[in-house]
Nanobody, 123 residues
Framework: QVQLVESGGGLVQAGGSLRLSCAASGRTFSGYAMGWFRQAPGKEREFVAAITSGGINTYYVDSVKGRFTISRDNAKNTVYLQMNSLKPEDTAVYHC????????????????WGQGTQVTVSS
């Protein structure tokens, strides 16, 4: 069992930045691929970013490439999402995900999910 708790969301103006954190507890964090999903009101859940267990490889949805950066600190059992140049369309609840592979993370299959943190970008 893995417990995930997100933090760092909030209200920011367009063009601003936020850094989300996801603290993990339970089973060995370093053995899991990690990622972020988001869900805006009335829209389907969307994959945002993923990172391999060792932090070597990262993956992003096209709409955030060049603006968002996913990283992890296995010593602190934490994964981060640095979000720069935020746009109103980035407004959503952001969820942290842990799964056995980045493919599983990206497909939203199985694994563990956090409760989410709200990000609101005003225009």
């Amino acid at each position: 069992q893995v417990q995930l708790v997100e933090s760092g969301g909030g209200l920011v103006q367009a063009g601003g930045s936020l850094r989300l954190s996801c603290a993990a507890s339970g089973r060995t964090f370093s053995g899991y691929a990690m990622g972020w999903f988001r869900q805006a009101p009335g829209k389907e859940r969307e994959f945002v970013a993923a990172i391999t267990s060792g932090g070597i490889n990262t993956y992003y949805v096209d709409s955030v490439k060049g603006r968002f950066t996913i990283s992890r600190d296995n010593a602190k059992n934490t994964v981060y999402l640095q979000m720069n140049s935020l746009k109103p369309e980035d407004t959503a609840v952001y969820h942290c995900v842990a799964a056995s592979t980045t493919r599983a993370v990206r497909d939203g299959n199985g694994g563990y999910w956090g409760q989410g943190t709200q990000v609101t970008v005003s225009s």
